[in-house]
């Protein structure tokens, strides 16, 4: 999360990426005018990064995942050497700084090749002279150094995975930290219903970068008949719309989902986007399972799909601690839900 935190402190604002984007457009222009298409093209990446940035209208709290951590899928923009492809984007980058394996804990996991062929993870690396960890690039051996990239980043996209959706007390969200999210990307009026769902639905192990090797592929949810009675989805839906609604209502989540970049009903862990807690924020804990929720949602429990109004929120969230036991829950349950802030006051939960 510091790599996060980090990207959403140096965030520029959009007048500072309009006028890099505009005097960057005129460099691309004049290279490209002189003939010097090397220089023209090493500037596109970026200009790329500022086209999609002005396109985001998320806020510094809105942080896409992408933004931290590359992303395999599609047109991968973290191959080949320099001169074309994106630097190390700044969790892979932290990893290098520190000397730490990326995904093996034991730090001694090779990467494996489609090949068969195996290189150490360091290899894949180099620390310039400023201190700047980047790819590392050779002309005789770029292709295996690509493979072994594709490799290394969708190890870690499964594991990114995991910390985000975990069901313990680890989880972003379960510890306060932040919760995932569709941003900017859906309008302000849906963005409640779509965070819940996309709860809900890696609940459900709808996970396309599933942490789990063995996990499989799930069937796609093309419509909300796709859905089955007994998908927590379904029944999640029938807790907060009427009988003749609850397919109408499917359907928009399903599209709202689409929308942000998770398709067919499956969450890509490279379309989520991560919304930062502040410690004003509120939130409430689940008194019947003790999920926390940084955000109010469809104000039921994204676990046990009980109405928040049956619950209270604790001081604090995250792990909980003595004073938070099973035994506090018990005490708690059935008392007016509050929506607690963490400045120590709270409001109704109307």
């Known amino acids: 999360m510091e790599s996060v935190r980090a990207v959403a402190a140096a ?27 090397t220089a023209a093209f090493a500037l596109k990446p970026r200009l790329d990064a500022l086209e999609a940035a002005l396109a985001d209208g998320s806020d510094a709290a809105d942080i896409p995942v992408s933004v931290v951590l590359e992303s395999a899928r599609e047109n991968p923009r973290f191959l080949g050497s320099r001169a074309t492809r994106e630097p190390l984007r700044p969790l892979l980058a932290e990893f290098v700084k520190l000397g730490i394996h990326p995904t093996d804990p034991t730090g001694t996991k090779r990467i494996k090749l489609p090949s068969g062929e195996s290189l150490a993870w ?12 980047d790819w590392k690039d050779d002309a005789v051996e770029q292709d295996k150094l690509n493979a072994a990239r594709q490799m290394l980043v969708s190890e870690m996209q499964r594991l990114v995975t995991g910390v985000v959706f975990s069901k313990t007390y680890f989880a972003l969200e379960e510890t306060g930290v932040a919760y995932p999210s569709v941003g900017s990307t859906v309008p302000a009026r849906d963005r ?47 807790t907060i719309w009427s009988p003749d609604q609850v397919n109408d209502g499917l359907e928009r989540v399903l599209k709202l989902l689409a929308k942000a970049g998770h398709p067919e009903g499956g969450i890509l862990t490279s379309s989520l986007r991560l919304h ?16 926390v929720h940084l955000h109010r949602g469809v104000k039921v429990c994204t676990r046990c799909l009980q109405c928040a109004c049956h619950h209270r929120s ?22 007016q839900c509050t929506w607690h802030r963490r400045a120590h006051r709270s409001s109704s939960c109307g």
């Open 122 to 133: 360091e290899s894949l690396f180099v620390i310039g002279e400023d201190g700047t960890p």
């Open 276 to 291: 930062l807690a502040d410690d004003a924020d509120p939130y409430w804990r689940c008194a019947r399972c003790s999920r």
């Open 192 to 238: 409640e219903l779509a965070d819940t769902f996309l709860r809900v639905f890696a609940d459900s192990y709808r996970l396309v970068d599933s942490q789990y090797e063995d996990a499989g592929q799930k069937d796609p949810w093309r419509s909300a008949l796709d859905i089955a009675a007994t998908q927590r989805a379904r029944r999640l839906a029938a």
């Open 314 to 335: 604790y001081s604090h969230p995250g792990p909980p601690d003595s004073s938070r036991s099973a035994h506090g829950r018990d005490r708690a349950r059935g008392q």
């Open 11 to 37: 965030r520029p604002d959009r007048v500072a990426l309009q006028a890099e984007k505009e005097r960057l457009t005129r460099e691309f222009q004049a290279h490209a005018a002189a003939g010097n298409l």
